[in-house]
């Protein structure tokens, strides 16, 4: 059984930072697509970041690029999302994800992937 755990949300000012983690068990996705989907309070979920398949480059939503850095440690089955100059419309609860198999145009896609995590609540408040 696939579950994926997400931990490190919590509240911070905004301009802070925090890093998410999520790990993986179950089965490796050392060559699937794990990544990072949000849904603030009377939103539509929105996508956040992954890697591409065809070469293992992060891929961001235009909103939170040059903020959020995507990283993997693959041994570890895990990704990590840094989220730097936080701003109050970064807050949401935020699912990892992970898929088998995905091409670059289903990236941002919640329903191509096949495996969510709980979310972990991320909320910037002064």
């Known amino acids: 059984q696939v579950q994926l755990e997400e931990s490190g949300g919590g509240l911070v000012q905004p301009g802070g930072s925090l890093k998410l983690s999520c790990v993986a068990s179950g089965r490796s996705f050392s060559s699937g697509t794990m990544g990072w989907f949000r849904q603030a309070p009377g939103k539509e979920r929105e996508f956040v970041g992954t890697f591409r398949r065809r070469d293992g480059r992060p891929y961001y939503a235009d909103s939170v690029k040059g903020r959020f850095i995507n990283t993997r440690d693959n041994a570890k089955n895990t990704v990590y999302l840094q989220m730097n100059d936080l701003k109050t419309e970064d807050t949401a609860v935020y699912c990892c994800?992970?898929?088998?198999?995905?091409?670059?145009?289903?990236?941002?896609?919640?329903?191509?992937?096949?495996?969510w995590g709980q979310g972990t609540q991320v909320t910037v408040s002064s």
């Open positions: 994800v992970a898929g088998t198999n995905l091409i670059t145009s289903s990236l941002r896609n919640g329903a191509a992937y096949n495996y």
